[in-house]
């Protein structure tokens, strides 16, 4: 192998190594702040009651105050490392809000059980999306779609059906789904590392982790909604 190629490899190397370091960071930043957030009652019980009661315009705002953060993440990425991580621990911190009534809703045992499961699930996943040769930017379209699609059954039933069979389904499919997403989104990242040019790659390893740590979440509340014994 020329030197320069395997000067390429070990740069490379180095770039996935540190989108999976922020990536177990920000899986742990996610959990524990929605840990935080569950012992502080006084905080959350008000405000998961009046998500009850507003169903629609609680997830709306759920989604789209992390959604802001995560475009700061995004647009300070070329500019400013310091910016982007303070971004990024903003994201994670507004996004955990959704992890909270899991600490409600599930025993100590069930949490632990479905983090090992993911966690198995996710470095497999990510280990076959990395290594295989097979151009899983066409699985992209399907992924897509069936994410969609998965985002629209499950409002409908949480507002209209309500039915824990259509959400054991959903459940399962968005497991299925995540999956492939782990593996085309660590397959991505040699395309993120060779487009970015070496440009600021400590922020734009920050930035590229967002999907993994968002594959993560969404297949450890699946396997939670599939597996754990509600309390």
Request: hydrophobic share 60%; glycine share 4%; net charge positive.
């Amino acid at each position: 192998m020329p030197a320069i190629e395997r000067v390429k490899d070990k740069a490379l190397s180095k770039f996935t190594s540190l989108v999976y370091l922020y990536t177990g960071l920000g899986i742990t930043f996610w959990l524990l702040a929605a840990f935080a957030l569950a012992k502080n009652q006084a905080f959350t019980v008000p405000l998961l009651s009046w998500g009850a009661q507003h169903q629609i315009l609680f997830t709306i705002l759920a989604v789209a105050v992390p959604l802001v953060f995560l475009s700061l993440c995004q647009r300070f990425a070329q500019r400013s490392y310091f910016l982007t991580f303070v971004c990024y621990l903003a994201f994670l911190a507004a996004f955990s809000i959704l992890g909270v009534p899991i600490f409600y809703s599930y025993s100590a045992k069930s949490i632990v059980q479905a983090l090992c499961m993911s966690a198995i699930a996710f470095i497999v996943m990510a280990g076959y999306g990395y290594v295989t040769k097979t151009d899983l930017m066409t699985w992209s379209r399907t992924l897509m779609t069936g994410l969609i699609a998965v985002i629209i059954v499950s409002i409908l039933n949480l507002v209209l059906f309500k039915s824990t069979i259509m959400m054991l389904i959903i459940s399962a499919v968005t497991t299925i789904l995540f999956l492939g997403l782990i593996a085309w989104d660590s397959q991505n990242l040699k395309r993120i590392y060779y487009q970015s040019q070496g440009a600021n790659l400590g922020a734009i390893a920050l930035v590229a982790s967002v999907n993994l740590v968002l594959d993560f979440i969404n297949l450890f509340l699946s396997l939670l909604s599939l597996f754990g014994n509600d309390n």
